[in-house]
């Protein structure tokens, strides 16, 4: 089960996976409960998820997200039904349709995101027979997907989005679904514009930021008021406001991205001083 704060782990990809391993272990050593791998960097995360699984104690690991574009839905109840069974409990299972710009890169078709996920869904329930699945949270940034997730999934892991969109998705969801919103936090004010930018470039961010009234300029500039909405400063009050803002809006969980991503020594450095729960 998801611990009440996480940690964003992508940094973790950059390394060899034996020195990523015993960085793990230094992340559960640290107080972290839950560390969060992308599919991105063309690391395996199913392979990765299982390797620090094997290497920890108590660690949850959560993938933000799976591309179902990646593998059929057959393929994803064995991979995660198998790590279910071996850590029950341990393992979460985000999967998301991506970025049609990621998805084509690796030559799939980027169909219709709301009945692709909802027929991938299906599918996987239908297969699953007697294995037991892990927790299933969509990815999901619009209110369609948000919508689905409160329907036939387990719950929502949402990213690059504001404490407003953390309301709406809780209302969108309902009660008794979870929600784990990510929350930037900047070590290094002068990168982070650079890392906004990166990801204003892909539609479905700069969609969603639309519906919560930022402007075309506010986009196209990175103006203050995005910084101010999706980053908060590494200091320790401004950041535990912001987590309880997050959980006031719904959040029962929050995976805290540090940006820009940094190399995983200074993530190791800065877990000196724990995250605040």
């Given at each position: 089960?998801?611990?009440?704060v996480?940690?964003?782990?992508?940094?973790?990809d950059?390394?060899?996976?034996?020195?990523?391993?015993?960085?793990?272990k230094?992340?559960?050593?640290a107080?972290?409960?839950?560390?969060?791998l992308?599919?991105?960097s063309?690391?395996?995360?199913?392979?990765?998820a299982?390797?620090?699984?094997?290497?920890?104690?108590?660690?949850?690991?959560?993938?933000?997200?799976?591309?179902?574009?990646?593998?059929?839905p057959?393929?994803?109840?064995?991979v995660?039904s198998?790590?279910e069974?071996?850590?029950?409990?341990?393992?979460?299972l985000?999967?998301g349709?991506?970025?049609?710009a990621l998805?084509?890169?690796?030559?799939?078709?980027?169909?219709?995101?709301?009945p692709?996920?909802?027929?991938?869904?299906?599918?996987?329930?239908?297969?699953?027979?007697?294995?037991?699945l892990?927790?299933?949270?969509?990815?999901?940034?619009?209110?369609?997907?948000v919508?689905?997730?409160?329907?036939?999934?387990?719950?929502?892991h949402?990213?690059?989005?504001?404490?407003?969109?953390?309301?709406?998705?809780?209302?969108?969801?309902?009660?008794?679904?979870?929600?784990?919103?990510?929350?930037?936090v900047?070590i290094?004010?002068?990168?982070?514009r650079?890392?906004?930018?990166?990801?204003?470039?892909?539609?479905?961010?700069?969609?969603?930021?639309?519906?919560?009234?930022f402007?075309?300029h506010?986009?196209?500039?990175?103006?203050?008021?995005?910084?101010?909405?999706?980053?908060?400063?590494?200091?320790?009050?401004?950041?535990?406001?912001?987590?309880?803002?997050?959980?006031?809006?719904?959040?029962?969980?929050?995976?805290?991205?540090?940006?820009?991503?940094?190399?995983?020594?200074?993530?190791?450095?800065?877990l000196?001083?724990?995250?605040?729960e």
């Amino acid at each position: 089960m998801l611990t009440p704060v996480g940690l964003w782990a992508g940094f973790l990809d950059r390394l060899p996976a034996a020195e990523a391993v015993e960085a793990v272990k230094q992340i559960e050593a640290a107080g972290v409960g839950t560390i969060w791998l992308q599919e991105y960097s063309g690391v395996d995360p199913f392979v990765r998820a299982a390797l620090y699984l094997g290497a920890t104690d108590h660690l949850v690991v959560a993938l933000g997200v799976a591309v179902i574009h990646a593998r059929d839905p057959e393929a994803m109840v064995a991979v995660s039904s198998t790590l279910e069974e071996a850590f029950p409990g341990r393992f979460v299972l985000g999967m998301g349709v991506s970025h049609r710009a990621l998805v084509e890169r690796r030559g799939h078709e980027y169909t219709a995101p709301i009945p692709t996920m909802r027929t991938y869904l299906q599918a996987m329930d239908e297969t699953a027979g007697r294995r037991k699945l892990p927790l299933r949270l969509l990815g999901g940034l619009g209110p369609k997907m948000v919508a689905l997730a409160g329907e036939a999934a387990d719950g929502v892991h949402t990213y690059f989005s504001p404490v407003a969109h953390t309301e709406a998705a809780r209302e969108a969801i309902g009660p008794d679904r979870l929600l784990a919103p990510t929350q930037m936090v900047s070590i290094d004010d002068a990168g982070v514009r650079d890392y906004l930018q990166l990801c204003l470039g892909m539609p479905n961010y700069t969609k969603n930021l639309e519906r919560f009234g930022f402007t075309d300029h506010d986009i196209t500039t990175t103006s203050d008021a995005v910084v101010d909405a999706l980053v908060v400063r590494d200091e320790p009050e401004a950041l535990q406001q912001r987590i309880a803002e997050q959980r006031a809006a719904g959040a029962d969980h929050v995976a805290i991205q540090l940006v820009p991503p940094p190399a995983a020594a200074v993530v190791l450095d800065r877990l000196a001083t724990p995250l605040p729960e």
